[in-house]
């Protein structure tokens, strides 16, 4: 079955470095959404990218998928303590397959 | 109301026991999702629910019975779990039918332990 593979699997950065984590398929992807879940919570929707070569921002977040709709990525800048978390690319679009990447933990210190 | 309320947050079972997860929206999404999450995985899509019908189950054990009473509320109902069922069970909705243009809402989860 279509996997789609995160990496890195864990990053540690220090706050106010950038950061970026990377979602891989070997299939065509349909939609492209992304999760965040804090330590001991849920998934929260951050966003949708539909188009190849879609760009989006939110405020210091950056989304993109590629040109061939293989790949995906998220940016975060200057990064701070409230982002930590694990970030999922979830591939949607179709009824059949509705698959969570690997996800990236992040944690981010002073 | 944006929110997907599960019930109960915590449960511990034994291995005989029948208990039943409860979630409930009224945003009117007519997908509803059951979702299994171990520790330090992504979650893994268990059951799909579109317009009250399942539509998607992704080859889960008899011992987890999913039911959809009506648009707003979804259960699933456990029976001879084992061990390695405990997990945090996660329920989701959308809106429109199930992998369409919109994001998931999740539930806070049920974090299960079976005993």
């Known amino acids: 079955g279509q996997q789609v593979m995160q990496i890195p699997q864990y990053q540690h950065v220090q706050e106010g470095e950038d950061f970026t984590t990377y979602c891989n398929s070997s299939?065509?992807?349909?939609?492209i959404q992304w999760y965040k879940q804090r330590p001991g919570g849920h998934p929260v929707f951050l966003i949708q990218?539909?188009?190849?070569?879609e760009v989006k921002k939110q405020k210091r977040l950056t989304f993109q998928f590629g040109e061939a709709k293989k790949n995906s990525s998220l940016h975060i800048t200057a990064t701070q303590t409230t982002d930590v978390g694990t970030y999922f690319c979830?591939?949607?679009?179709?009824?059949?397959?509705?698959?969570f990447g690997t996800g990236t933990r992040l944690q981010v210190t002073l | 109301d944006t929110e997907v309320t599960q019930t109960p947050k915590h449960l511990v079972m034994g291995m005989t026991n029948k208990k039943s997860l409860k979630c409930e929206q009224h945003?009117?999404?007519?997908?509803m999702y059951w979702y299994k999450q171990k520790a330090k995985k992504p979650p893994e899509l268990m059951f799909v629910?579109?317009?009250?019908?399942?539509?998607i189950n992704e080859s889960v054990p008899s011992r987890f019975s999913p039911e959809c009473p009506n648009s707003s509320l979804l259960n699933l109902h456990l029976h001879a779990l084992q061990p390695e069922d405990s997990a945090l069970y996660l329920c989701?909705?959308?809106?429109?039918?199930?992998?369409?243009?919109?994001?998931?809402?999740f539930g806070s989860g049920t974090r299960l332990t079976v005993v």
């Open positions: 629910y579109s317009y009250e019908k399942l539509s």
């Open positions: 990218l539909v188009k190849s070569g």
């Open positions: 989701a909705s959308s809106q429109g039918r199930p992998g369409g243009a919109y994001g998931y809402t």
């Open positions: 299939t065509t992807l349909s939609n």
């Open positions: 945003m009117g999404h007519r997908a």
């Open positions: 979830v591939n949607t679009g179709t009824a059949s397959k509705l698959t």
